[in-house]
């Protein structure tokens, strides 16, 4: 109870900004309805009801010369409740004309008239609107004029008198409906507000938790989405991320623990075969040459590891750059391929190469030929009992393609994508590797998307695997 009034009370919390937004929203539309409904009105009004008039003046004007422009008077003036008249210099009434039985129209005061007339011969356009106030009526009225040419030449006005209609009990009245309005409103604007602010915040309380669960190692941690979808996004994206850093940190121990075992074994070998030199072999010149190529044999494993290791390193910070120039690839590969004659005279494997012509390439040669090392030796090492390895180089135009394929047991299509992770080879039952470290693949797949060029693998389980890269040729 006492955390939830620290996050209502807490003018930063989601909770307590949704909160004052939605009432300072309501608050505002209805200073402005207030203001709009009762402080406005009458200028509104007064300003709509001119309009009107101009626009009904401006109307029979138009429509003067008419036979029927005496009863379109009398209709616009029952309809409108205004005072319409055609008036001569003189100030006379002209029309309507006054029938039998028919009630006189209401008198204007001469006054009134020849100020009327005097404005209007002195408006430039011939047309004026001005307001008035009717002492009669205690009422101000709104007098507009146009001038009108008679068939003799003599010049008539047209003359409206529109009174403007006193509305403060409408404006009373609609004062009253404003002030139930504004109580419901509120209330209804406070309520609504902290409904929508509790589901708002509740599945990003909910993150913020899980992410304190997950800062402190907890991989187990679910995300929870809501009633949003960008909220259930972040959730998805969060879950994802999780996964990802759990793989990344079971990948992180297992390369400690894989790493320190290789470590251990060739430092164990190396102190072992040292203290047997000293305290047996030492004056024996055959067992004390085996045991020292022992020593450098190990010696050699640990060098390479901790080149391998820091090479991986470098790739993966970005710190050794690529330094691309022009090269033969098959000539590069020919040149790799020498170094594993060896392992066709002692064991007799044996290296398949086809290479086209016109394979030069863009890239860093040095870096390309160990990948091309790692290779062929992950294939060495994989290959079936047959010990056969094909390389081919092909010249597909804009690329050329490198591709080593061995005649393994192959890889299942679900662990295709794991094969470049460090020590996938040894799984969760590390041993010492026959041979190369278990960090070539990695190495191989840090270079080539330095390079940032295309690569993969095709492999049928039971058939043997196809490692592949291209290089583009210009």
């Known amino acids: 109870m006492v955390n939830k009034l620290k996050k209502w009370t807490n003018s930063k919390s989601l909770k307590s900004k949704l909160w004052i937004y939605f009432v300072l929203f309501t608050a505002i539309i209805m200073t402005i309805l207030w203001l709009l409904q009762i402080v406005f009105l009458n200028t509104y009004y007064k300003s709509m009801k001119t309009k009107e008039i101009k626009k009904i003046g401006s ?5 003067y010369g008419k036979d029927n422009f005496e009863d379109i008077i009398y209709s616009t003036s029952f309809k409108r409740g205004i005072i319409i008249q055609i008036l001569n210099e003189r100030g006379e009434l002209v029309l309507p004309s006054i029938g039998f039985g028919e009630p ?5 005061n001469p006054m009134d008239t020849s100020i009327f007339i005097k404005k209007l011969l002195e408006s430039e356009d011939g047309e004026i609107l001005y307001t008035v106030d009717n002492t009669k009526l205690r009422a101000p009225t709104v007098i507009y004029g146009a001038i009108l040419s008679a068939e003799n030449g003599e010049k008539l ?6 009174l403007l209609d006193p509305i403060d009990s409408t404006t009373s009245v609609l004062k009253n409906q404003l002030i139930i309005v504004t109580i419901m409103s509120s209330i209804l604007a406070v309520g609504l507000s902290f409904i929508i602010a509790s589901k708002v915040s509740k ?42 850093l759990s793989k990344t940190e079971e990948l992180r121990r297992d ?10 074994t060739p430092l164990t070998l190396i102190k072992s075969y040292a203290e047997m030199i000293r305290d047996i072999s030492g004056n024996i010149p055959e067992k004390r040459n ?32 690529i330094e691309c120039n022009t090269f033969d690839l098959g000539k590069t590969t020919e040149s790799i391929l020498k170094k594993f004659k060896i392992l066709t005279e002692r064991y007799g494997y044996t290296f398949n190469f086809n290479c086209d012509d016109n394979t030069l390439v863009i890239g860093d040669e040095k870096k390309i030929e160990q990948t091309i090392y790692n290779l062929v030796s992950n294939s060495v090492y994989y290959t079936g009992e047959d010990k056969f390895v094909t390389i081919n180089i092909k010249n597909l135009g804009e690329y050329v393609q490198f591709e080593v394929e061995d005649t393994g047991k192959g890889i299942p299509k679900e662990e295709i994508n794991l094969v470049w992770d460090r020590y996938y080879k040894s799984g969760k039952t590390h041993k010492r590797a026959a041979m190369g470290t278990g960090l070539g693949l990695s ?7 330095a390079h940032n060029v295309n690569f993969g693998i095709d492999s049928t389980v039971g058939e043997g695997s196809k490692f592949w890269f291209q290089l583009r040729t210009k």
Request: proline residues 3%.
């Open 157 to 162: 006005y047209l003359y409206i008198n529109g």
């Open 290 to 321: 085996s045991h020292v190529k022992v020593i450098i044999d190990e010696s050699d494993r640990l060098t390479e590891l901790v080149n391998d290791i820091l090479n991986l390193s470098k790739l993966q910070s970005g710190i050794d750059q």
């Open 59 to 63: 109307a029979l004007v138009s429509e």
């Open 203 to 244: 599945p990003i309380t909910q993150i913020t938790d899980a992410a304190s669960a997950l800062a402190k190692g907890d991989y187990d941690v679910t995300f929870e989405g809501g009633d949003y979808t960008e909220i259930n996004q972040l959730a998805e994206t969060l879950n994802y991320a999780t996964n990802e």
């Open 104 to 108: 006189g129209p209401p008198r204007v």
């Open 255 to 264: 390369f400690i623990a894989n790493v320190s075992h290789d470590l251990k």
């Open 443 to 449: 190495i191989v797949k840090g270079i080539l998307m």
